[in-house]
């Protein structure tokens, strides 16, 4: 029952890995913008939290309710093309949430980042990877950490699809 924070819990990816951890018995703990029940998540035991990932404090809480021994950060911001949320989202939750993990003595911190995988001038793709150098680079002390490159591609499939089902090339 090691309790793991999942950070974008409610998103598609977020949802599916709560369910599995929860389903695998670990204790996932949701910190959400409206502190609702996680979508899908019904029949699981899962410990949401009310705040913000972009406020220490808010990290900070839930490190001092659960005794969190990993952490899964998913966030991603919705519009890439708005340079405050990117900065946020992509850039400042992940940031502090290793921070607040490091001080808190995780035994894994994972950052799914997606740098490169559709178009690496988007800003929240340059944030993910300004992440990615910080855990290489050891900015957050003896933090064990992994990062999950998945392919954006598969998504884009479904949009295809339709496109050769109705005789257009690929």
């Known amino acids: ?11 598609y990816i977020g949802q599916a890995v709560v369910r ?10 949701a910190l959400t913008r409206s502190g609702g029940p996680v979508p899908g998540s019904e029949g699981h035991d899962v410990a949401v939290v009310a705040g913000q990932a972009t406020s220490e404090a808010d990290l ?42 490091d001080r808190a003595g995780v035994r894994r911190f994972v950052h799914v980042s997606d740098y490169g995988v ?24 003896r933090l064990p950490f992994t990062i999950v490159r998945p ?10 699809f339709g496109d050769v089902k109705n005789g257009a090339a690929y």
Not at 2 to 9: D, I
């Open 151 to 160: 392919t954006a591609y598969y998504p884009y499939l479904a949009i295809s």
């Open 20 to 29: 599995e951890l929860a389903s695998r018995g670990f204790a996932p703990v």
């Open 1 to 11: 029952g090691e309790h793991v924070l999942v950070l974008g819990a409610t998103g």
């Open 118 to 141: 559709y178009r690496p001038e988007l800003q929240t793709q340059v944030h993910k990877l300004r992440v990615e150098g910080e855990l290489i680079g050891g900015h957050f002390g």
């Open 60 to 101: 900070q809480r839930v490190f001092d309710t659960y005794p969190i021994g990993s952490v899964v950060c998913l966030l991603a911001s919705r519009r890439p093309n708005d340079d405050a949320e990117c900065l946020a989202v992509d850039y400042r939750a992940p940031h502090l949430a290793a921070t607040v993990a």
